[in-house]
C-alpha cells in the first residue's frame, strides 16, 4: 500500500444502518440503486416483485441489445426478494403490513400509481406513524409534468445536462445509467438525511425526487450564470474554460486513451519539464494560460504527438510524478484489475451459488468504526417469501400456499 | 422551507475545510438541508474556485460555480500554516459533529489534519475525507481534476454513444458537461457522512474515507455488471439499438421505448407509417436488430416536427419522450416553477437571482438557500467572536499576524 491513513480505532463490525429496514418497491435503474446504497450501510432491503411485473434485468432488454436474463444485478445484489402481488387487495394489505415492520419505504412508480393502490405517503403512515418513504419519478410527484414517462437520456435531456455535453459542432449527448444511478446516490442522500431526522425528533418525512432535477443540479453553475448574465452555455466537447491542456490524448494501443489536466503555471512547468520539452516554456503561443488557451489545438497537436508514442500507464507515471493530473482512460477491464482499487474494497471478488466466479463493485466508501458492506448474490424472484412472509409478518406455513396459490405471492 | 421546518440536518454543525468541488459540494447539500456549515478558507484570496469558470462578473472574478457550491454555508478564514491558525479550527471542530477535508494525504500531518490527530482531539467529531482516489491506496496521493475522476471511474471511456458518437465516429471520448464526476463524488460523501452521524451517538466519531473514482465506479456499475457477462463495454457497443437523440425542426428530443406499449405510442406517433405497421417489427429483438433501420426512418421524420409538439403528443401516448432543454427553458419550465426547484440568492453586485436549491422535496416542500456566499472572512467576527467567545481585540490581532 502507498501512503494511507490508519483508522485511529477498530471497526464495531457492524454497518452504520445495521437493524434499518427498507421496504424497497422500486423497479429498473434509479429506484434500485437508492436502495442498493441503504442496503451498502447495512440495511435489510426487501425487494418486491412479481411474476408478471419483475425487475428489468430478470428479462431481456434488447434496446440494449442484451438478449437474456442479466446472471446478476449489481443493485439487486445486497436484497431480499419476495413476490407480492399489488393487483389483489390482499397483496396491498401485505404490503402496508410489510411497511408496518420496515423503517424507510422506496418507491419507484409513475406518480398517482401508489395514490391508487392505496399506498401513499398518508396511507403509509397510518400504517406506520414515523415511517420514511422516497418516491423516485422522472419529475416529481406534483407539477403539471409529473405525469411525464423517462429514462435515463430523457433526465439528462429534461434537465439540461445532456443538452450541454457534447462536441461543440455535434448534436446533445445521451447520459446514460449514470444519470439514474446518480439519481438513486442523490435519493439515498435524502433519504438518509430524513432518516437522520426521524432519529432525533421522532417524525417521519417524504422524500420526493425528481431525476430531470438532479440533471439540473449538474449544471447549477450555468443555470446560475445563465440567470443572472444571460449568458447560455454551450455544448464545448472535452474544453474547460481557460484551462489548457484538458483533454483526453490517444496513446499506445487501440482505443487507448489518456486525460491530461494542466491548470495552473506551476503545473504546466512540471509539465514541460516531465516532457523534456523545456521549448514549450518559451514558447509564446504558451507563455500564459490565456495563451495556452487559445492556441490549445496546437498544444493537443504536440501532446498527442508525444502520448502516442507511450501507452496510458507510462504517461501517467511520468506525469503524475510532476504533480500533473493525468489518468488513463479506465475500462471495465482497467477498473477490476486495479490493484488500488482491489486493496480499497471498491473491487470485490465474489463466487455465486452455482461456483461462478465474478467482480463486483463493492462499497464506495471506508467508514473506519461501522464499515459498509456487500453482502449476497443476486436473488432469485421470491426467495426470501417464507423468511418475509413468514418471520417478519408472521403467516403460517399453510397461509402462505393459500397466498401463493390465489396469486397473491405471486 | 423558511422555518428550516423539514429540513432534516437542522442542529447540525459541519467545519468544512475544502479546496475541490467534491468536498465543496458535501457541504453544500449539507447546508442546504439545514446543517450550519463553516467553510475555512486561507486568507487573502480565499478559495481558488472563487475565481472558477463560469463567471458571473469578470472584473472582479466572481464564479457561478463558487456561487452554486457554496450557497447557505459561513465563511471564515484561517492559516492553518500557523500553530494559531491550527488552535482555531480545533476550536470549531470541538463544537462541530463534522469535519469535510480535501488537503491531500500527505499534507495532512503537517496541518495536523491526519486521522490519528483529529481522532485524539476531537474523538466525537467524524472526519469526512473527500479526495480524489481516496484517503488510501497506491494512487492516494494522485493529483486529479474533473476529467482525470471522470475517465478513472470508467465513464469517460464509455461517452458518446447514439447520434453524437455516429456522427464523429474517430474521436476521442468526450465528458459530460462540468463537474459531473466531483459531484457525484460529493454527493456520495454526504451519503456516508450522514449514516456517520447516525451511529455517533454509539461509536462516537470515525473517519471516513470517501473517494471520487470509487462513488463514480459505483454509479458506472452497470459496465462491472456487464464485463462479468463476458461483455466489455466501449463506446460503438453501448449505443441503444434505435431511439435516441432525434434533431427536429426547432431542436432536439430524445425518445427512448423500453416497453412494448410504449412503441406501439411511438408507432401512431410517427402516424401509423407503412414501415413501422410491418408485423415482424411488433418483435422487439427484431427491432434491436433492425435498429439502424428504424433510427433512419425516425430520424427522417423528425426533421418535420416541432419539438414541443412532438413531447406534448407523444407523452400523451406514453412515449417517454423529452426537449434537450437549454438553461432558459428550464429556469421558465412550468414543472420547475411548480416544484420550487429555483429560489432566489441574493447576490451583492447583481441583486436577487434565481438558483437551484435542490432535486427534492421533503414533506411536499422545496428546500431554500438561506444565504449567498460572501467574501473570504466576512463571518470571522460571528464566528471566531460571537460564537467561539473571543474578543475583538484577539481578532484584530490575528488579521494582523495574518491568522484569519
Not at chain 1, 512540471?270 to 488557451?293: K, Y
Not at chain 2, 474521436?171 to 457525484?184: Q, S, T
Amino acid at each position: 500500500m502507498g501512503p494511507s491513513e490508519q483508522a485511529a480505532k477498530p471497526a464495531t463490525a457492524m454497518p452504520p444502518l445495521h437493524g434499518v429496514r427498507v421496504a424497497d418497491f422500486t423497479l429498473h435503474a434509479a429506484g434500485p440503486f437508492c436502495a442498493h446504497i441503504l442496503g451498502l450501510l447495512g440495511a435489510e432491503c426487501i425487494k418486491v416483485e412479481t411474476v408478471e411485473r419483475p425487475d428489468i434485468f430478470r428479462k431481456p432488454h434488447p434496446v440494449y441489445g442484451r438478449m437474456g436474463a442479466a446472471t446478476f444485478d449489481q443493485v439487486a445484489s445486497n436484497k431480499l426478494s419476495v413476490q407480492l402481488n399489488l393487483k389483489q387487495p390482499r397483496g396491498i394489505e401485505l404490503a402496508k403490513r410489510l411497511v408496518a415492520v420496515s423503517d424507510i419505504v422506496a418507491e419507484s412508480f409513475r406518480p398517482g400509481v401508489m395514490e391508487r393502490l392505496g399506498l401513499n405517503y398518508e396511507a403509509l403512515k397510518a400504517v406506520k406513524r414515523d415511517i420514511v418513504m422516497v418516491s423516485v419519478s422522472a419529475s416529481g410527484q406534483t407539477g403539471p409534468e409529473r405525469g411525464y414517462a423517462g429514462y435515463a437520456p430523457l433526465f439528462g435531456a429534461a434537465g439540461g445536462l445532456g443538452t450541454l455535453t457534447g462536441y461543440e459542432d455535434g448534436p446533445p449527448t445521451e447520459i446514460r445509467h449514470v444519470m439514474d444511478h446518480s439519481t438513486g446516490l442523490t435519493a439515498a442522500m435524502a433519504t438518509l438525511a430524513a432518516y437522520l431526522r426521524k432519529k432525533r425528533t421522532g417524525a417521519g418525512q417524504h422524500v420526493d425526487v425528481a431525476a430531470r432535477d438532479v440533471a439540473c443540479g449538474f449544471i447549477g453553475d450555468a443555470l446560475l450564470q445563465f440567470a443572472a448574465t444571460g449568458i447560455a452555455l454551450r455544448r464545448t466537447g472535452n474544453d474547460a474554460p481557460q484551462i489548457a491542456p484538458h483533454n483526453v490524448y490517444p496513446c499506445a494501443g487501440e482505443d487507448s486513451w489518456v486525460s491530461i489536466v494542466v491548470s495552473t503555471d506551476t503545473e504546466w512547468r512540471a509539465f514541460a519539464n516531465a516532457l523534456e520539452r523545456p521549448a514549450l516554456l518559451t514558447d509564446p503561443r504558451f507563455a500564459s494560460a490565456h495563451m495556452r488557451w487559445v492556441h490549445r489545438r496546437e498544444l493537443d497537436t504536440e501532446i498527442s504527438a508525444w502520448t502516442h508514442a507511450h501507452t496510458r500507464e507510462a504517461v501517467t507515471r511520468i506525469l503524475q510524478a510532476a504533480g500533473v493530473s493525468a489518468f488513463p482512460s479506465y475500462t471495465a477491464q482497467d477498473i477490476v484489475d486495479d490493484p488500488h482499487l482491489n486493496a480499497r474494497g471498491t473491487i470485490e471478488s465474489r463466487v455465486g451459488p452455482e461456483g461462478e466466479a465474478r467482480k463486483v463493485v463493492g462499497p464506495p466508501w471506508r467508514l473506519s468504526r461501522t464499515p459498509a458492506k456487500l453482502d449476497g448474490w443476486t436473488p432469485k424472484l421470491g426467495e426470501h417469501n417464507h423468511y418475509v412472509f413468514g418471520q417478519l409478518l408472521g403467516l403460517s406455513d399453510e397461509e402462505i400456499e393459500e397466498l401463493i396459490a390465489a396469486r397473491v405471492i405471486y | 422551507m423558511s422555518d428550516l421546518h423539514n429540513a432534516p440536518l437542522a442542529g447540525f454543525t459541519v467545519v468544512e475545510h475544502a479546496a475541490g468541488v467534491a468536498a465543496s459540494y458535501a457541504g453544500r447539500m449539507m447546508a442546504v438541508m439545514g446543517a450550519t456549515v463553516i467553510k475555512v478558507e486561507p486568507p487573502g484570496e480565499g478559495s481558488a474556485l472563487r475565481r472558477a469558470e463560469p463567471l458571473l462578473t469578470q472584473q472582479p472574478a466572481a464564479s457561478a460555480l463558487f456561487h452554486y457550491l457554496n450557497a447557505g454555508k459561513r465563511f471564515v478564514t484561517c492559516d492553518l500554516e500557523s500553530a494559531q491558525g491550527r488552535g482555531l479550527l480545533s476550536e470549531i471542530m470541538e463544537r462541530a459533529e463534522l469535519f469535510i477535508d480535501d488537503t491531500p494525504v500527505s499534507r495532512r500531518p503537517a496541518l495536523q489534519l491526519d486521522a490519528p490527530a483529529i481522532d485524539a482531539r476531537h474523538p466525537q467529531l467524524v472526519f469526512l475525507s473527500v479526495l480524489p482516489f481516496g484517503a488510501a491506496g497506491p494512487h492516494a496521493d494522485y493529483t486529479a481534476y474533473e476529467l482525470n475522476v471522470f475517465h478513472a471511474g470508467g465513464e469517460g471511456y464509455l461517452m458518446p454513444n447514439g447520434l453524437t458518437l455516429e456522427t464523429f465516429p474517430e474521436r476521442p471520448p468526450v465528458k459530460i458537461y462540468g463537474h459531473f464526476a466531483e459531484l457525484i463524488g460529493g454527493t456520495s460523501a454526504v451519503c456516508a457522512g450522514i449514516s456517520a452521524l447516525l451511529v455517533r451517538d454509539q461509536v462516537g466519531g470515525q473517519f471516513v474515507d470517501v473517494s471520487v473514482q470509487d462513488a463514480n465506479i459505483s454509479v458506472g456499475c452497470f459496465a462491472i455488471q456487464r464485463l462479468g457477462d463476458g461483455v466489455l463495454e466501449n463506446r460503438h457497443g453501448r449505443s441503444f439499438k434505435y431511439g435516441g437523440v432525434l434533431e427536429c425542426s426547432d431542436g432536439y428530443v430524445g425518445v427512448l421505448t423500453l416497453e412494448q406499449r410504449q412503441w406501439e405510442g411511438l408507432v401512431k406517433l410517427v402516424g401509423d407509417p407503412e414501415w413501422a405497421l410491418d408485423p415482424a417489427l411488433r418483435d422487439p429483438l427484431e427491432r434491436s436488430r433492425r435498429g439502424a433501420e428504424i433510427n433512419r426512418r425516425l430520424r427522417a421524420w423528425a426533421k418535420t416536427q416541432r419539438v414541443d409538439d412532438l413531447v406534448k403528443q407523444g407523452q400523451a401516448l406514453s412515449v417517454p419522450l423529452a426537449k434537450y432543454n437549454g438553461p432558459l427553458d428550464i429556469l421558465e419550465s412550468e414543472q420547475s416553477k411548480a416544484r420550487g426547484v429555483f429560489a432566489p440568492l441574493e447576490l451583492s453586485a447583481l441583486g436577487s437571482v434565481p438558483a437551484f436549491t435542490a432535486p427534492f422535496q421533503l414533506n411536499g416542500e422545496a428546500l431554500a438557500l438561506t444565504r449567498a456566499a460572501v467574501e473570504p472572512g466576512a463571518d470571522n467576527q460571528a464566528i471566531w467572536c460571537e460564537w467561539l467567545g473571543h474578543n475583538t481585540a484577539e481578532l484584530a490581532q490575528w488579521e494582523h499576524h495574518g491568522t484569519v
